[in-house]
């Protein structure tokens, strides 16, 4: 649907435009929100988005995504070495997200670590026994910095 609009503006269509362009509306939107004026008119906004299904979903979980990094709880702050395969020596890095999961009904000695994916902004949620992850002496956007460049980027 907004492929035909976009299409209409611009006279010609590209694939994925869509995408960007909803992509840059939310974060539009979440820059205009962090000021005073835009406010009020930012809940009106968030709540008509929340009664879309689909969008809601999207929005939603971008919003949460971004708001691990940079929100006021930052949720990626603890970046650590998990112990993939006992004996191997093979370590990813990570970041503990939850050190207590009984809440869930995961035993004591368990944390939840997310593992990022590199070049991408995807990744994985494992629970992994505590004595499998090592804290790493490092910034926590360093970390991840690191990890989404494949270990490009100087630490």
């Given at each position: 649907m907004l492929d035909t609009y976009?299409?209409?503006?611009?006279?010609?269509?590209?694939?994925?435009l869509g995408i960007l362009v909803i992509l840059i509306a939310v974060t539009l939107v979440g820059i205009l929100g962090s000021t005073l004026i835009f406010k009020p008119f930012v809940?009106?906004?968030?709540?008509?988005v929340k009664r879309a299904p689909i969008i809601n979903l999207i929005y939603t979980s971008i919003k949460d995504f971004l708001n691990a990094f940079v929100g006021k709880e930052k949720r990626f702050n603890k970046p650590v070495l998990v112990e993939m395969y006992p004996g191997t020596g093979l370590q990813k890095l990570g970041f503990i997200t939850n050190e207590d999961l009984t809440n869930i009904g995961i035993p004591k000695g368990r944390v939840a670590v997310y593992l990022p994916h590199s070049y991408n902004?995807?990744?994985?949620?494992?629970?992994?026994?505590?004595?499998?992850?090592?804290?790493?002496?490092?910034?926590?956007?360093?970390?991840?910095?690191f990890i989404i460049s494949a270990g490009i980027t100087n630490v």
């Amino acid at each position: 649907m907004l492929d035909t609009y976009i299409e209409k503006i611009l006279g010609f269509s590209i694939p994925g435009l869509g995408i960007l362009v909803i992509l840059i509306a939310v974060t539009l939107v979440g820059i205009l929100g962090s000021t005073l004026i835009f406010k009020p008119f930012v809940f009106v906004i968030d709540k008509a988005v929340k009664r879309a299904p689909i969008i809601n979903l999207i929005y939603t979980s971008i919003k949460d995504f971004l708001n691990a990094f940079v929100g006021k709880e930052k949720r990626f702050n603890k970046p650590v070495l998990v112990e993939m395969y006992p004996g191997t020596g093979l370590q990813k890095l990570g970041f503990i997200t939850n050190e207590d999961l009984t809440n869930i009904g995961i035993p004591k000695g368990r944390v939840a670590v997310y593992l990022p994916h590199s070049y991408n902004f995807s990744g994985n949620l494992f629970f992994v026994p505590s004595d499998r992850v090592t804290p790493v002496d490092m910034p926590a956007g360093e970390a991840m910095k690191f990890i989404i460049s494949a270990g490009i980027t100087n630490v």
